[in-house]
């Protein structure tokens, strides 16, 4: 799989419809991770293939999507996006984490594996 790109309407589909609800209540179906970038962005450039990487590497397992701030600036403005990129880090339960600047693949890991993919074994008491 690779990263998919996200509109508006997909984000109110997929993610979260912000104009019909006021707490959060993710709609997907795996943990995602939202980055707003911008075309002419250097460092958003910079870690896209990371992010394809990621994608494949995750594959089944968590949804990698890319909003583009300059075609969706109602999605950017709802979500104060004030420096690019950006990301949005949205576990199954509980609330997403928003994380600004440019990462580099070991701080995505470690966030996708000790946030995202939480393990939901349950450890039965002794």
Same mark, same amino acid.
């Given at each position: 799989?690779?990263?998919? +790109?996200?509109?508006?309407?997909?984000?109110?589909?997929? $993610?979260?419809?912000?104009?019909?609800?006021?707490?959060?209540?993710?709609?997907?179906?795996?943990?995602? /991770? /939202?980055?707003?970038?911008?075309?002419?962005?250097?460092?958003?450039?910079?870690?896209?293939? $990371?992010?394809?990487?990621?994608? +494949?590497?995750?594959?089944?397992?968590?949804?990698?999507?890319?909003?583009?701030?300059?075609?969706?600036?109602?999605?950017?403005?709802?979500?104060?996006?004030?420096?690019?990129?950006?990301?949005?880090?949205?576990?199954?339960?509980?609330?997403?984490?928003?994380?600004?600047?440019?990462?580099?693949?070991?701080?995505?890991?470690?966030? /996708?594996?000790?946030?995202?993919?939480v393990d939901k074994k349950i450890i039965m008491p002794e």
């Amino acid at each position: 799989m690779t990263t998919v +790109k996200l509109t508006t309407e997909d984000f109110k589909t997929n $993610v979260l419809d912000y104009t019909t609800q006021e707490e959060w209540n993710y709609l997907g179906k795996l943990p995602a /991770i /939202i980055d707003f970038y911008a075309d002419w962005c250097g460092p958003c450039k910079m870690v896209a293939p $990371v992010l394809e990487e990621l994608a +494949k590497e995750y594959d089944g397992k968590l949804v990698i999507y890319k909003v583009d701030t300059e075609k969706e600036q109602e999605l950017a403005s709802v979500f104060g996006i004030r420096s690019i990129p950006t990301f949005l880090f949205i576990p199954m339960q509980g609330k997403p984490m928003m994380q600004p600047g440019a990462l580099p693949k070991n701080a995505f890991k470690k966030v /996708i594996d000790e946030h995202l993919m939480v393990d939901k074994k349950i450890i039965m008491p002794e």
